[in-house]
């Protein structure tokens, strides 16, 4: 008798663990689905705004030589080089008035 009440617990234990490894694995499959929509949607992000930025940044180029040259002429002043604008600063403008 004893025997039958044991072997009856072993298997009511073995039907909850069964269970429960089961719940476990979807609970896995569902934080590691959660991780890699979050990669996702970072590196979404991120490829948002640097394309952003590559098709804004001539804009904003622009837009701070036209700043500058508003604060008072010194810095406005712009050549290219190496296919990039650069501005000149007070000190460059100093070499080129003394060459």
Do not use: C
């Not at 499959?29 to 590196?43: A, D, E, N, P, S």
């Not at 604060?71 to 600063?89: H, I, K, P, T, V």
Request: net charge negative; hydrophobic share 40%; glycine share 10%.
């Amino acid at each position: 008798m004893p025997d039958d009440d044991f072997k009856s617990l072993l298997e009511k234990n073995l039907a909850l663990t069964e269970e429960l490894r089961h719940e476990v694995k979807k609970i896995t499959r569902y934080i590691w689905w959660g991780r890699v929509m979050g990669t996702l949607k970072f590196l979404l992000l991120l490829g948002a705004f640097a394309g952003a930025y590559y098709f804004i940044q001539p804009y904003l180029m622009q837009l701070l030589g036209t700043y500058q040259q508003l604060l008072g002429g010194f810095g406005g002043e712009a050549y290219e080089q190496n296919g990039q604008r650069q501005f000149l600063d007070i000190d460059d403008l100093k070499k080129l008035l003394t060459q």
